[in-house]
């Protein structure tokens, strides 16, 4: 249920896989439409693991705005790590915090150590396991094409990505190591995560914590957008794509706004 303080949020900010579109996949036409309208009335944020080219595939391909519209959508790839904002007919960087090439060495060998160490890796897998999206490295035990439906059945009890979580963290401890999506891990510089993210919108946009609310599908204790909590803002939890179009269309059919 929605309720009348959710109604009259000025910024709305989405997770993406699960949220907005099924996992590594574009958004349905009726979700580009939802989110067209609700442009019309709040300003929109969505933080991804995935990088700016993800965004493009998942999101900017498919959502139809103009961009006057388009100016009031805001996008953090790799949980908070860059953001980006639509000016001159472009998306243009704001900030990105990219590791260096000697951080960069560290984590690969730190994954290239787990996966010797763990029994639980299928030894296929649909293209490569660890990608560098600049500031974030994801490492995908089936691969980072891996159909959707090989996902959902690898690890439905989290056990195989806390092991991993765990495993790495141990390697890294300089850096942050989380759960990512349904089949993946993310490591981040220290303390960049969705919690950053919704930083940025108070300390470069001017919200306060009160006028941003957040809906994700995993705010569950270790999911991946249980950070959001720390900021203080309001959430709502959704379970699947559906869920979520549910909730825009109550947001855009308010006669409160």
């Given at each position: 249920?929605?309720?009348?303080?959710?109604?009259?949020?000025?910024?709305?900010?989405?997770?993406?896989?699960?949220?907005l579109?099924?996992?590594?996949?574009?958004?349905?036409s009726?979700?580009?439409?939802?989110?067209g309208?609700?442009?019309?009335?709040?300003?929109?944020?969505?933080?991804?693991?995935?990088?700016?080219?993800?965004?493009?595939?998942?999101?900017?391909?498919k959502?139809?705005?103009p961009?006057?519209?388009?100016?009031?959508?805001?996008?953090?790839?790799?949980?908070?790590?860059?953001?980006?904002?639509?000016?001159?007919?472009?998306?243009?960087?704001?900030?990105?915090?990219?590791?260096?090439?000697?951080?960069?060495?560290?984590?690969?060998?730190?994954?290239?150590?787990?996966?010797?160490?763990?029994d639980?890796?299928?030894?296929?897998?649909?293209?490569?396991?660890?990608?560098?999206?600049?500031?974030?490295?994801?490492?995908?035990?089936?691969?980072?094409?891996?159909?959707?439906?090989?996902k959902?059945?690898w690890?439905?009890?989290?056990?195989?990505?806390?092991?991993l979580?765990?495993?790495?963290q141990?390697?890294?401890?300089?850096?942050?190591?989380?759960?990512?999506?349904?089949?993946?891990?993310?490591?981040?510089?220290?303390?960049?995560?969705?919690?950053?993210?919704?930083?940025?919108?108070?300390?470069?946009?001017?919200?306060?914590?009160?006028?941003?609310?957040?809906?994700?599908?995993?705010?569950?204790?270790?999911?991946?957008?249980?950070?959001?909590?720390?900021?203080?803002?309001?959430?709502?939890?959704?379970?699947?794509?559906?869920e979520?179009?549910?909730?825009?269309?109550k947001?855009?059919?308010?006669?409160?706004?």
């Open positions: 249920m929605v309720r009348y303080n959710e109604l009259m949020k000025k910024v709305i900010v989405f997770d993406l896989d699960g949220t579109a099924e996992s590594k996949s574009s958004l349905d009726e979700m580009s439409d939802l989110l309208t609700l442009l019309q009335k709040k300003m929109v944020a969505i933080i991804s693991g995935g990088g700016l080219p993800q965004f493009e595939k998942q999101v900017l391909g959502l139809s705005c961009p006057e519209l388009l100016k009031k959508l805001i996008l953090f790839p790799t949980k908070g790590g860059a953001m980006y904002t639509f000016k001159d007919d472009i998306w243009q960087q704001v900030y990105s915090k990219s590791f260096s090439d000697k951080e960069k060495e560290q984590i690969i060998n730190a994954v290239q150590i787990v996966s010797g160490e763990v639980f890796l299928p030894e296929k897998h649909f293209g490569e396991r660890l990608e560098d999206r600049g500031a974030e490295f994801t490492f995908s035990a089936l691969g980072q094409e891996a159909p959707h439906e090989e959902e059945k690890d439905n009890d989290h056990v195989k990505r806390k092991i979580e765990e495993k790495l141990k390697l890294l401890p300089d850096f942050d190591v989380a759960i990512g999506g349904s089949t993946s891990i993310d490591i981040t510089l220290k303390d960049i995560n969705k919690a950053f993210a919704i930083n940025q919108i108070f300390s470069l946009l001017g919200y306060t914590k009160d006028e941003v609310l957040f809906v994700g599908d995993a705010l569950f204790p270790g999911g991946n957008d249980e950070s959001v909590k720390i900021t203080g803002i309001d959430t709502f939890s959704v379970k699947n794509v559906d979520t179009k549910n909730f825009i269309r947001i855009i059919s308010s006669p409160e706004l």
